[in-house]
C-alpha cells in the first residue's frame, strides 16, 4: 500500500524543468539564417534587377524587345530584339540535353542497379570531379579540341565553323552529366528494396526491375535533376562566351555561331559603357529575363516533383 501511494504521489508530483539546451537553440538560429540568407539572396536579386529593367522598358517598347529579331543594341543604329539571343541559348541547352540526359540517366541505372558497391565507390566520386572542372576549362576545351575535330571529321560540305553552338552544346552536356547522374542515383537509392525483391520475386529481369520499377518509383527525383541540369544550362556563360561566339544570330544552323543570353552579359557587361544608359540598362533586361526563364523553371520542376512523388513508408 505504501508503494502504491508513494508512486501515485510521484505521478502527480509536476515534472522538473530540465536545463536550457542552448546548443541546440543556437543550431536553430543558424539554419533559420542560412534559410533566410538564400531568400534575403533571391529578393536581393530582384531588387537590383527590377528598377533599372523598368526603366529600360519605359523607352524600348516590349514588342520590339520580344518579338524583333535584330540585336545591335551597342550600335549607331540600335535594335533590341532579344530572339536571337533566347533561340541561342535554347537551342545550346537543347543540345546539351541530348547528350547529359541518355549519358547522365544511363550512368545513375548501372550504379543504382548493377555495379558493385566498391565500384560504385570508385565510380561516382570521379564522375562528381567533372562538377569540379572549371568552365572556362570547358570553353578552351571545346574551342581548341572539339571543334577542330568536328572540323577535320566532318562528312559533308560546310562543316562547322570556327565559332559554333554545336561544340559549345556537346562540351556543356559533358558538364551537366555529373548533374544528372548523381542526382539521378540518389533518388533511385532512394526507392526501397522491398519494390525491387518483389519484383525479382516475380520473375523479372534486371533490366525489367530498373526500367519498370526503379525509374518510375524515382521519377519525380529524376526529373528534379533534369529540370537543375536545364537551370545550370542556360545559365552557363563560359563556355559559350568562348566556343560559341559573340555574334547574334537567329538561325537554327548549330554549325555556326551565335550569342547567348549569358554571353551577351558576359561582353556587355566587361564593356566601358556609361552607367544609366540605354546599352547599359539592357544588360539588366536581359537579366530579368534569364532570371524569369529559370524561376518559370523551377516552378513546373516542383509542381512535377509534388505530382508524381512516391512516399514509401
Given at each position: 500500500m505504501t508503494d502504491t501511494s508513494s508512486r501515485t504521489a510521484a505521478a502527480a508530483a509536476p515534472l522538473r524543468r530540465s536545463r536550457p539546451r542552448y546548443a541546440e537553440t543556437a543550431i536553430q538560429v543558424l539554419l533559420a539564417v542560412a534559410a533566410l540568407v538564400s531568400v534575403a539572396t533571391t529578393v536581393g536579386i530582384v531588387g537590383s534587377l527590377v528598377p533599372t529593367t523598368v526603366e529600360f522598358f519605359r523607352q524600348v517598347s516590349w514588342q520590339e524587345f520580344f518579338f524583333?529579331?535584330?540585336?545591335?543594341?551597342?550600335?549607331?543604329?540600335?535594335?533590341?530584339?532579344?530572339?536571337?539571343?533566347?533561340?541561342?541559348?535554347?537551342?545550346?541547352?537543347?543540345?546539351?540535353?541530348?547528350?547529359?540526359?541518355?549519358?547522365?540517366?544511363?550512368?545513375?541505372?548501372?550504379?543504382?542497379?548493377?555495379?558493385?558497391?566498391?565500384?560504385?565507390?570508385?565510380?561516382?566520386?570521379?564522375l562528381e570531379v567533372l562538377a569540379g572542372v572549371p568552365t572556362v576549362v570547358y570553353g578552351f576545351f571545346a574551342l581548341r579540341f572539339i571543334t577542330p575535330f568536328l572540323q577535320d571529321n566532318w562528312p559533308w560540305e560546310n562543316g562547322p565553323e570556327v565559332f559554333n553552338a554545336l561544340s559549345a552544346g556537346l562540351v556543356m552536356g559533358v558538364m551537366i552529366v555529373p548533374t544528372v547522374a548523381s542526382l539521378s542515383e540518389d533518388a533511385m537509392s532512394a526507392v526501397p528494396a522491398g519494390l525491387r525483391q518483389g519484383s525479382y520475386a516475380l520473375g523479372s529481369s534486371p533490366r525489367q526491375v530498373a526500367t519498370r520499377v526503379v525509374v518510375p518509383a524515382a521519377f519525380s527525383g529524376i526529373v528534379a535533376a533534369f529540370v537543375l541540369a536545364v537551370s545550370r544550362a542556360v545559365g552557363e556563360t563560359m563556355i559559350v562566351a568562348i566556343a560559341s561566339g559573340g555574334q547574334p544570330n537567329l538561325t537554327l544552323n548549330p554549325l555556326e555561331g551565335m550569342q547567348t543570353m549569358t554571353g551577351f552579359i558576359a561582353a556587355a557587361g566587361t564593356g566601358d559603357l556609361p552607367i544609366g544608359s540605354l546599352s547599359y540598362q539592357t544588360i539588366f533586361a536581359v537579366g530579368a529575363l534569364l532570371f524569369a526563364m529559370t524561376f518559370a523553371m523551377n516552378l513546373l520542376s516542383a509542381r512535377l516533383v509534388r505530382k508524381y512523388r512516391e512516399v514509401y513508408e
Open positions: 524583333t529579331t535584330e540585336w545591335t543594341p551597342l550600335f549607331a543604329d540600335p535594335s533590341y530584339g532579344v530572339l536571337p539571343l533566347v533561340s541561342a541559348t535554347l537551342q545550346i541547352t537543347l543540345i546539351a540535353l541530348c547528350v547529359a540526359i541518355p549519358v547522365g540517366l544511363g550512368a545513375a541505372v548501372y550504379l543504382s542497379e548493377y555495379a558493385h558497391p566498391r565500384t560504385r565507390a570508385v565510380v561516382k566520386p570521379v
